[in-house]
């Protein structure tokens, strides 16, 4: 049975609200207008306000490169009657340059008021210093799902034989886990206070070194795990998926990610009138077309092994935050690396969107205009089917897809493959442009 609440269907008629949103330190372009949702539904006008953040590292190669992208697949698709207002805003070190903050609010209210935008990766130091900004960003705008779609492009290089078996998606969670950065740093007052209480009221006796232990704590809810649940089951009814697999490490970790299964199936069975499969726990959630999808489970390192083993038993993927960020590195190795992965980060209920590459700022190549545009590119293809834009995006990955097959690539895959031309971060977007329709 069928939800109605989501994936947000989109309406490129309405007319756009007039009143304007008020900044610190951006002037909004006057030129364009706003998306928004209401009665469910995302409108979209013809020449949308957009922000992005360029990001850090790579982020200003590639995002120079995928922005000629995504205005040559819209004009190509729509022949000037549509437009991305682009409008910039800060976070990480050119936020620092501009407003001498890593995230100034200006950026989290242009965000939430434009409601769909777009980034490049932001840099987060190991071991002290900020938090990480991305992390920021969906906890802040409450971006709860972290979407990422993983699939194989004819010709891209890859470690497995059969890399187009790869075709999953990824629902990470995206609020919650480790990444709530409740922490407490050995030696600390605070480590100590809660080590005392954690031994001596809590009677917790398997601390090993009690003296030297640094303490991290996992918040997860039943609210934010059915809420990530339902917007992978919506996806999977929307899109014609046929399973929908919960991956957790419940045997060790009872009542967090235990409890995330428990909750899972809870939800397939409370808001989709799932049945058990074979005496369950797997449960059959028969949708108002007459298709099956499938809810199951499996145990997070045995899912490591299965993406590599058997990866066309898996279709879409609900999971916690740490999980989902492991899980979507190793998906994305098989099918030719994080260079070409994408994502999005979005909040099914108010529709607000923040799509953005799965990589980081890659220090090492940064400004050396090398590294591989196709993430944040694919990540714009996204937010262009959430618009509902489908021509342009179809454009884009015609594009891609051609330029590949035609072995003009960054150094990423040309290393693995024969007879390629090695492209910068640059000239692969233009190929990608000369290669549309
Ligand atoms: N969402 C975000 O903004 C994210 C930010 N980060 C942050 O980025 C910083 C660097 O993290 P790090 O762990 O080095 O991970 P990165 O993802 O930045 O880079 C790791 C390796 O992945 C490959 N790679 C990354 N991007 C591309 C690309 N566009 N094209 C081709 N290959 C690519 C490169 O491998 P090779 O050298 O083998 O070619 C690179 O050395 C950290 O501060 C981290 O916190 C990390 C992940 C996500
Ligand atoms: O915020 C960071 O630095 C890391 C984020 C990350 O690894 C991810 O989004 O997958
Ligand atoms: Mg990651």
Not at 1 to 6: I, Y
Not at 372 to 394: C, H, Q, T
Not at 396 to 407: A, N, S
Request: contains cysteine; aromatic residues 8%.
């Amino acid at each position: 049975m069928a939800r109605t609440d989501s994936p947000i269907p989109t309406d490129c008629t309405r007319k756009p609200m007039s009143t304007t949103p008020s900044f610190d330190q951006i002037t909004p372009p006057t030129d364009g207008a706003r998306i928004r949702k209401d009665d469910d539904a995302l409108h979209v006008p013809d020449r949308p306000i957009i922000p992005f953040i360029e990001g850090d590292g790579i982020g200003p190669d590639i995002w120079a490169a995928a922005q000629n992208v995504f205005d040559s697949a819209v004009h190509h698709a729509y022949d000037g009657d549509r437009e991305i207002v682009w409008m910039e805003v800060f976070a990480g070190g050119k936020a620092q340059d501009e407003y001498n903050e890593w995230l100034p609010q200006d950026t989290l209210t242009a965000i939430e008021e434009y409601l769909v935008a777009i980034k490049g990766p932001l840099t987060t130091p190991v071991g002290g210093g900020i938090r990480s900004l991305n992390v920021a960003l969906r906890q802040q705008l409450d971006l709860f799902a972290c979407v990422r779609p993983v699939r194989h492009f004819e010709g891209v290089p890859s470690p497995v034989s059969e890399p187009e078996l790869v075709d999953m998606t990824i629902f990470r969670e995206n609020s919650e886990d480790i990444y709530a950065g409740i922490e407490y740093r050995e030696g600390s007052p605070e480590n100590e206070k809660i080590k005392r209480f954690l031994i001596d009221e809590m009677g917790a006796d398997t601390i090993r070194f009690p003296d030297s232990t640094a303490i991290g704590v996992k918040p997860i809810s039943e609210e934010g795990t059915k809420r990530l649940v339902r917007s992978a089951i919506d996806y999977a009814i929307e899109r014609g998926h046929d399973s929908v697999t919960l991956v957790h490490k419940g045997n060790i970790m009872k009542f967090t990610e235990g409890a995330f299964r428990d909750w899972g199936y809870e939800v397939a069975k409370e808001d989709y009138d799932a049945e058990d499969l074979d005496g369950g726990p797997w449960q059959v959630i028969t949708t108002d077309d007459g298709r099956e999808i499938i809810v199951k489970d499996v145990i997070a390192d045995a899912m490591l092994q299965q993406i590599l083993t058997r990866p066309n038993e898996y279709d879409l993927i609900a999971t916690m935050n740490l999980n989902g960020d492991y899980i979507s590195d190793a998906l994305a190795a098989q099918v030719g690396g994080i260079g070409i992965a994408p994502g999005a980060n979005i909040n099914y209920n108010t529709g607000l969107a923040l799509f953005e590459a799965t990589h980081g700022t890659a220090p090492k190549y940064a400004g050396m205009d090398k590294v591989n545009p196709s993430s944040v590119i694919l990540s714009g293809e996204m937010m262009f089917r959430y618009m509902g834009w489908d021509k342009a995006a179809d454009l884009i990955i015609e594009g891609l897809e051609t330029t590949i097959k035609q072995k003009r690539v960054t150094y990423d895959f040309e290393r693995n493959m024969e007879n390629a031309t090695l492209l910068k971060c640059s000239e692969f977007g233009e190929a990608i442009v000369e290669n549309m329709g």
